[in-house]
């Protein structure tokens, strides 16, 4: 929580007098370094932040807080709503926010519960997070791929083949050995 005030601080500070709200600054956080010439373009495409799953926050939470505040409403100006995060993350999960969890004034953010009761036609709908994003499940595919990969290297590399693992495969045969409290020879 103290990492995520220093970050925002270091960010506010780097503008120069430019206003910086919670909400650029976690999304100039997640671009690069504050130390480094970032700045927030909400036409960013996903490999401009440092997780591709931060590039879906920001444009559900823009997404609907436009459609909770107006069309007119700047996420880049405006105080970060509690309530488009919630309806853009499906609340809290593990006691979490989905966007800006430190910064986000819990006192003026309503529960999922009273979400719920208040939703209608006319409000956006409460969303369900993604389980798993398409970035992470590449990676995973990925990993897995090259796992394989090595592992036919490895294989053919030392030539094991189905016989010199498992010899008995083929026919069922007694070898001359019983277990009774431990392998031990027939007859002893």
């Given at each position: 929580?103290?990492?995520?005030?220093?970050v925002?601080?270091?960010?506010?500070a780097?503008?120069?007098?430019?206003?910086?709200?919670e909400?650029?600054?976690?999304?100039?956080?997640?671009?690069?370094?504050?130390?480094?010439?970032?700045?927030?373009d909400?036409?960013?495409?996903?490999?401009?932040?440092?997780?591709?799953?931060?590039?879906?926050?920001?444009t559900?939470?823009?997404?609907?807080g436009?459609a909770?505040?107006?069309?007119?409403w700047d996420?880049?100006?405006?105080?970060?709503?509690?309530?488009?995060?919630?309806?853009?993350?499906?609340?809290?999960?593990h006691?979490?926010?989905?966007?800006?969890?430190?910064?986000?004034?819990?006192?003026?953010?309503?529960?999922?519960?009273?979400?719920?009761?208040?939703t209608?036609?006319?409000t956006?709908?409460?969303?369900?997070?993604?389980?798993?994003?398409?970035?992470?499940?590449?990676?995973?595919?990925?990993?897995?791929?090259?796992?394989?990969?090595?592992?036919r290297?490895?294989?053919?590399?030392?030539?094991?083949?189905?016989?010199s693992?498992?010899?008995?495969?083929?026919k069922?045969?007694?070898?001359?050995?019983?277990?009774?409290?431990g392998?031990s020879?027939?007859g002893s």
């Open positions: 929580m103290l990492t995520n005030h220093l925002f601080s270091l960010q506010s780097r503008r120069e007098g430019q206003p910086c709200n909400f650029m600054a976690y999304v100039m956080a997640h671009m690069g370094k504050a130390t480094s010439d970032v700045a927030f909400p036409a960013a495409p996903p490999d401009a932040y440092s997780n591709p799953n931060i590039h879906t926050r920001v559900r939470y823009t997404e609907i436009k909770l505040h107006g069309d007119t996420p880049a100006t405006a105080p970060l709503s509690g309530e488009a995060i919630m309806r853009a993350g499906g609340g809290k999960k006691g979490r926010y989905w966007l800006g969890d430190s910064v986000v004034d819990t006192a003026s953010t309503p529960t999922l519960s009273q979400l719920r009761a208040r209608t036609d006319s956006p709908p409460i969303l369900p997070r993604p389980e798993i994003s398409v970035a992470s499940m590449h990676a995973f595919q990925v990993i897995s791929v090259s796992f394989v990969g090595c592992l290297t490895f294989v053919s590399h030392f030539d094991f083949g189905v016989k693992c498992r010899p008995g495969l083929t069922r045969r007694d070898c001359g050995r019983s277990w009774k409290r392998w020879r027939s």
